[in-house]
Each structure stands twice: as structure tokens, then as C-alpha cells.
């Protein structure tokens, strides 16, 4: 088994292991990832395959850490709960019964770890007709708050909190209060925003002309907007706030395999699956800084990895057990993986590549382009061996595939701390930092020890001096080649972590978690010029974090807090 430094220990012990009745822990790491790997090898006795040496190579890859399954995967396979997905979809429609039926789907769907996003685009505007009781309608940001309280009180099975995701078309009435709906304190706690913008928007942007505002339940357009002033809005709260985002739902549904099965409307809260009401996805993610030897990427292994990673997945969708009917049909329908990576910067250390320079931008093509390619051969080779998911059929691919789409970019929060990698592909944060665990753990990045100490620079007084700074680029100790390749998140300028992004994106189907990190001094031109960006990007959607801002509340906390 791999080893787990004390930070992993301590999440695995308080989130993941089993406990009985009384909440005592009845169960090691390693009996944790035999529990997972038997649990998810199972499903190859469905398809005639070997389960014994399927399992073994399960555990292998998890307990080594060169791959890890989403939380819900590792905290529920092989219990009662069953229930392995992170991502999910619920529709809204505009009726009070539907409302809530999706508050309650909600509900089920925190209890078992999972994460859920909404469109309120199609709910009647504040103070629009109900005709039944000849009332007043209260507009979607008074029924967000319902699912925000249902949240807070949920606490996702006592295991983390509610994560949800709510977009509101930028065509909508109440779209100015849904903007600034953040601005007052402690509203929507447990919400991501984003704003859908779309070609009618973008065209009306780029001719600089009015766009229709329009009520979902009539069709009428009620009144024109500026497009230019409804993108400033948008710039000053995610100034202020770090929301909303924005949501390129055109590019989005461009993009749809399965555009006969209806539009894309919603993400989950993080942004990285758009999906499809009742779609769920099962993510997983290869630890990159695993994947390399002697200074350069270990490509076959890399290979086994995400062959091995995408059956891993495709059986875990078959083991996974809904708690709502309609969401067991869908995923059995789509079969949608959401296969991505953490420990992106570990790797540029390890190929003495500097996060902010061309070379990585370049390389992040080449990997990424090289992930996804062998995904789809695994997804290939499953078609071959079991079947095309069901609506392959109504789908834009003309050889048969066993999933509609195999990879992602998650943020990895929590299980990139029990792989003991650097976040998704995101830069650092520090070199030396206090992790708020067990009242507070020393992290010292490895990659950074073993540099230090190999060319002699190394000692009890540097790592002191580096603890908790967010950069150091500004220490004299530290040779200047070595500072380049540990540059933070805020050493990193903004149009560079897009760049970033943009070369991740072009070779996922899904889409990226991305965090566009700027300095407190940024202004909100600043961000006002990265949503634009981002659009001539061909991003699916973008956020924004700038230093100092309002901290973002629903995954900007640690887990274990
Ligand atoms: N998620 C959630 N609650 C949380 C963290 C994550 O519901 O506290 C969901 C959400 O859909 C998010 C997805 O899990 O987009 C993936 O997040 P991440 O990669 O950080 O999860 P991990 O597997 O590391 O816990």
C-alpha cells in the first residue's frame, strides 16, 4: 500500500471509514480499499469477466494512490448506503409539486454524499400570476432559499456538507436580484451561481444591441437589457463575492453527444459535468504525480492506469444504486464517467516544468489529449465486451461506445488530501502550510524537501520561514530555477490559469473546475475581460476568485472544519 501522511489519516479516519452503531471506526485504510475494490470488481461477474483479478487490480491502484474514485465511492461501495456518485442534475419545473418533489429529491441525494445542480430558469418571475390561488408568484430566488435551508439541515449524512449549484438563464426577469443575491450576508450558504448566457446574448454583445428579457411562462418579452451592463453586474459581484460564474450553455450543448435527449441546462456544483436532468456521474481521478519516472512521464503506466480507471468507473455506474428512480434510468441510459486527474503541478515539478510558462500550457495538450484518447479506447473496448449505452443509438457517435462521455476535471478537494497530491491541475497553494486538522498538521510539500536537500539548500530554519506563505518567490534561499517550478496560485497570473484551463478543456468531454485565481487589486475590468476571454476560449463556463473577496462558501471550507 501507498503510504498516507497524517493529513490523509485523519480525513480517512473522521469521513470515510465505516463505524458502527456508536460512531467507533471498525475499519483500517486498507480494509477500506479491499471493501471498495471487491465491491466495485462484483459487477464483472455481469459481463463474464474475472472478478478475482479485476478486484486485486482495484485495490492495487487505490491503495497505491495512483488512483482515486470520487468521496461518495470510497465512503459508501459495499455498505448500506450503495449510493456512488458525486454529480447530479435535478430538473425544476414551474409548479410548487415539482419544487419540491426536487427538494426532497435533493435531500436523498446530500444524505448519500452527492452534490446537486438546478436550472430555475424555467420558474415564473417575482410577482408574475399564479393562477390558482390568484396570488403572486415568488420568483426563484425565494424558492433557492427553500433548498438552501433543506441543505443546511441535511449535512450530507453527517459526512460534508450540501454542495448545490443554481443557474438562472441571463434571459430571466428576476436575473438582477439572482446576480446581486449574494451581496447580503449569509443568503444561499450552501449555493454555487451561475449565470447561462447564449448565442441570442453574445450576438446582441457583439453588435452592441439590446437583448429580450423574457417570461418563461408566457414566452413575452417583457423588456431589453444591456448586454454590456448585465456582464459589468456580473464582474462586480464576482469581484465582491467570487459569484456568480458564468455558463456557456451554447457551447455546452454544441457539444452534446445526446442533444436528441433533450438540452443541457445545469451543472453540478463545482461546474465540471453539465448534465442532463437526472444524469448522475461518477468521477474518478488519476494521480498524476505517480505517473512519472526519472524526470519524465511514465506513459505505459499512465496507459494501465486509465484503462483500468475507465472499467472502474463503468462498473462502478453498474454497482451504484440510486435513491431516485429516475435517476437509476437516466444513468443507466447515458452512462456517464467523469474520469479526470490531480497532482498536474506535482507532475510539472517532477518534469522540471514551471506552472506558469508555455511549456506547461503545451504539455497540459499532450497529456491531456493522450488521457483522453486511451479512455476512449477503454470505452471502445467495453462496447465490445458488453454493450453501446442504451441511447447510443440517439447519439452523434457512429462507432459503438460504452459511454457517452469519459472525462472530466474535478477539484479533487478532498481526495487529492488522502492522495497527498496537488489539487486537480491546479497550481499550489504554499510550499509550508497548517492543514485545520486534529488541531492543525504541518504540510511540507515532498517535491520541495527533496529538491532542497539534494542541492544542499535545505533546513529546519527555511521551512519555518517558508510556513504559510502564499508565495516565495521573494525568499533569497531558494535558487531561482527552483523557485519557477513552486509558484502558487497567486504567483500565477489570471489569463495563464485560463490558458490552463482552455488546454485541459479541449481534450474533456465534460468539462473543468478551474478556479481563475487574481490579486486583491484586481479590478472588476479585470474580470469583466476573463468571462470574455473565456468565451473566445470555447470554455464551457468560468469562476472567478479574487484575493480577499468574500470567501467562497460552499467548497471554499475545508472538510474537515
Ligand atoms: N461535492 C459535494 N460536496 C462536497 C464536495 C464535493 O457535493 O463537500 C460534489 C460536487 O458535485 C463536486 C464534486 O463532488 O463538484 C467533486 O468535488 P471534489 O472533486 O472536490 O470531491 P472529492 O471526491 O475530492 O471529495
Known sequence: MGSLDSVAKTVLHR??????????????????FHRVAANLAAAESQFGGDVETTEAQFYEVMSNLDFLPNSPTLMNAGTELQQLAACFVLPIEDSIESIFTAVKQTALIHQSGGGTGFSFSNLRPEGDVVLKTGGVASGPVSFMKVFDTATEQIKQGGRRRGANMSVLDITHPDIEEFITIKAEEDVLR??????ATGEAFW?????EETYDIVNPRTGETVRQADPDAMLSQTAEMAWETGDPGILFLDTINEQNPISELGKIEATNPCGEVPELPYEACILGSINLGQHTDNGDVDWEKLRTTVHLAVRFLDNAIEMS???VPEIEEMVTKTRRLGLGVMGFHDMLVDLRIPYYSE???EFAEELMGFIHDEAWKASKQLANERDPFPAWENSSYEEPVRNVTTTTIAPTGTISLIAGSSASIEPIYSVVYTKQVMGGLEV?????VDIAKKREFYSADLVEKLHGRTTIQDVEAVP??????????HDVP??????????FQRHVDNAVSKTVNLPQSASVDDIKEIFLSARDLGLKGVTVFRSGAKPEQVLGESPLK
Open 190 to 195: 450552501n449555493f454555487n451561481l451561475s449565470v
Open 444 to 448: 511540507v510539500n515532498d517535491r520541495f
Open 15 to 32: 469521513r470515510y471509514l465505516r463505524q458502527d452503531k456508536e460512531g467507533n471506526v471498525v475499519e483500517t485504510p486498507d480494509e477500506m
Open 203 to 207: 450576438d446582441a454583445y457583439e453588435s
Open 321 to 323: 444504486e440510486f435513491p
Open 480 to 489: 531561482d530555477d527552483v523557485k519557477r517550478l513552486f509558484q502558487t496560485a
Open 359 to 361: 511549456d506547461a500550457v
Open 494 to 503: 489570471a489569463d495563464h490559469h485560463l490558458k490552463v484551463q482552455a488546454a
